[in-house]
């Protein structure tokens, strides 16, 4: 079973930063990749920053030059840092963790979410 762990939400000017944190622990052979996904109220859940093992990443249109995922693998930890912050980035933003456990059997894991809202 892996548990997932988000942190670092909360309340930000326009413009300003913040920095997303989040933890996988648990059983398993390996971390795939780890992402960050984000809901606003009414929307769907989308894909904000995705990083895999080999340290490829991908981002949406909306976060390309503005936020960066980084990893610490030995932590089983993925970051994400939010810079330069709109109105627009306020939702709940989700961790999602691949992994192959040790029944070599793919799981993708969410964690709870933590809320970010940007507003002056």
């Known amino acids: 079973q892996v548990q997932v762990v988000e942190s670092g939400g909360g309340l930000v000017q326009p413009g300003g930063s913040l920095r997303l944190s989040c933890s996988a622990s648990?059983?398993?052979?390996?971390?795939?990749?780890m992402g960050w996904y984000r809901q606003a109220p009414g929307n769907q859940r989308d894909l904000v920053a995705r990083i895999t093992s080999e340290n490829r990443t991908l981002y949406a249109d909306s976060a390309k030059g503005r936020f960066t995922i980084s990893r610490d693998i030995a932590k089983n930890m993925v970051y994400l840092q939010m810079n330069s912050l709109k109105p627009e980035d306020t939702a709940a933003y989700y961790c999602n963790v691949d992994t192959t456990g040790l029944d070599t059997i793919i799981r993708l894991t969410w964690g709870q979410g933590t809320q970010v809202t940007v507003s002056s």
């Open positions: 648990g059983s398993f052979l390996s971390i795939n990749a």
